[in-house]
């Protein structure tokens, strides 16, 4: 059973940053390509940033420039660094394979303070 295991999360003031962790497992990490997410209150999910196996990343529009996204196919990781955060970047974050969803993992809470 694939399971993703997000961390890293945390408070942060304005212009802070923060790495994130998606650890998964059940499956061999390194053959998807993978994307972080975001959730904020009363809003839809949204994907923030992807990268594939060739190691190709896209970035939503929203955080091009601040975020960057990387894998570690040892160890089955893939992060999302994240700089220059504003409170808008408030949210619940997760990882899943945008090309073929599964169950999400309970995600890792980032709050940004102005």
């Known amino acids: 059973q694939v399971q993703f295991v997000e961390s890293g999360g945390g408070l942060v003031q304005a212009g802070g940053s923060l790495r994130l962790s998606c650890a998964v497992s059940?499956?061999?990490?390194?053959?998807?390509?993978i994307g972080w997410y975001r959730q904020a209150p009363g809003m839809q999910r949204e994907l923030v940033a992807r990268i594939t196996t060739g190691g190709n990343t896209y970035y939503d529009d929203s955080v091009k420039g601040r975020f960057t996204i990387s894998r570690d196919n040892a160890k089955n990781t893939v992060y999302l660094q994240m700089s220059s955060l504003n409170p808008e970047d408030t949210a619940v974050y997760y990882c899943n394979t945008p090309r073929n969803m599964r169950a999400w993992g309970q995600g890792t809470q980032v709050t940004v303070a102005s």
């Open positions: 059940g499956i061999t990490s390194s053959i998807y390509t």
